[in-house]
């Protein structure tokens, strides 16, 4: 949310880790965790996307502080809330996806984001995985 948010321009959540804008990916986010530590790497097209891609056309610093302040924002809020405005945000809800596991594929309608984090495709709980926006 805070990457969302501090993009602006009607950026919206693609689960788990896009950035869209009008659709088109402008950034993403990795989280590695070791132990009881993440880092966490956020990367945004700011004035070059590569085709397909969409860029932002901000300054660095401009996107920086907005950054920095909804970060704070969002790490000291309570977990409802968070996951209340990645609701808010998702482009994912509601749409049919394709969800690509290590095991096995699947295509569904992507109903919701639970408490955990966790995309709803029909009755799948899916943790993790590559998904795919389908046409509708």
Known sequence: ???AEACDRGVRLKWPNDLLLG???VGGILVEVAGTKAVCGI???????????AS????R?????????????WSSAPA????ARWRELSDTIG???RVQ????????VAQDINERGELLVDSAVVSAGSVTHLAD
Do not use: C, S, Y
């Open 23 to 25: 659709g088109r990916k």
């Open 43 to 53: 990367g945004i097209n700011l004035t070059w996307a590569p085709q397909g891609g």
């Open 80 to 83: 409802e809330e968070v996951v």
């Open 101 to 108: 596991l290590p095991d096995r594929a699947f295509e569904g």
């Open 61 to 73: 610093d401009w996107l920086l502080d907005q950054l920095r302040h909804a970060i704070e924002r």
């Open 1 to 3: 949310m805070a990457a």
């Open 95 to 97: 749409r049919r996806v």
């Open 56 to 59: 932002l056309n901000q300054p």
